[in-house]
């Protein structure tokens, strides 16, 4: 089954630096790739996700990128605020061809962002 | 509603009890999955429901651990004589479909004693 590892775990940054959180996956199969955040005792909100057509999707100050042939895909912060600071979840649609469209998480990114 | 809703937000039982966890989904939306999230972890997936049955169940740790939905709506997880590790945050979400975006509901939030 797919296999989905995140780095760093823990990420701490200054108020408008970038933050870029990684994570590569096993199945190759794999087509949807979201990145979650999760604030302290909330529920996961969805803030980005791309599929496998394409490389790269960005809104405002968000992006990411994914590299099908070396299976990772990263999250882009730029211009962090101290209401980035949250853990962040990359996760992979475990099932390859969608499905069930289960999602295989991350271990999840401690992100701190200092003013 | 407005969102995804589950109950009850805390459940605090002693170890061998059973409990019973709801997730209320977004109306219309057909695919319903269960997760479980120890203190400090990612989301591990549980159940996958579309409408009322659930071609995938690969992700219950024991057979302790039942869910069910009915309507195509509201679902129930039923853990059987709770354990100590069975403590975590339980999380539903919904989609569309399985291909769609899933929206989460808040948790809820097990201590087992």
């Known amino acids: 089954g797919e296999n989905v590892e995140q780095h760093p775990s823990t990420l701490s940054v200054q108020e408008g630096d970038s933050a870029v959180i990684k994570c590569t996956y096993s199945?190759?199969?794999?087509?949807?790739f979201p990145w979650y955040k999760q604030e302290l005792g909330k529920r996961p909100q969805l803030i980005i996700d791309?599929?496998?057509?394409?490389g790269e999707k960005k809104d405002q100050r968000i992006a990411v990128t994914l590299n099908k042939t070396a299976k990772h895909f990263s999250l882009h912060i730029t211009e962090t605020q101290p209401e980035d600071s949250a853990v962040y979840f990359c996760?992979?649609?475990?099932?390859?061809?969608?499905?069930?469209?289960?999602?295989?998480f991350g271990q999840g990114t401690t992100l701190q962002v200092k003013p | 509603g407005a969102g995804v809703s589950q109950s009850p937000s805390n459940k605090v039982t002693e170890k061998g009890k059973d409990v019973e966890l709801r997730c209320d989904p977004i109306?219309?939306?057909?695919?319903l999955y269960w997760y479980r999230q120890s203190l400090g972890q990612g989301l591990e997936f549980l159940i996958y429901?579309?409408?009322?049955?659930?071609?995938?169940k690969s992700g219950l740790p024991s057979d302790r651990f039942s869910a069910e939905r009915t309507g195509g709506s509201v679902s129930t997880l039923t853990i059987q004589r709770t354990q100590q590790e069975d403590s975590a945050v339980y999380l539903c979400?919904?989609?569309?479909?399985?291909?769609?975006?899933?929206?989460f509901g808040p948790g809820t939030r097990l201590t087992v004693l």
């Open positions: 996760a992979a649609r475990g099932d390859g061809s969608g499905n069930t469209g289960k999602l295989i």
């Open positions: 199945d190759s199969a794999s087509n949807y």
């Open positions: 979400a919904g989609g569309g479909s399985s291909y769609n975006e899933q929206f």
């Open positions: 791309i599929r496998s057509n394409v």
């Open positions: 109306s219309g939306h057909t695919a």
């Open positions: 429901f579309q409408g009322n049955s659930a071609p995938d």
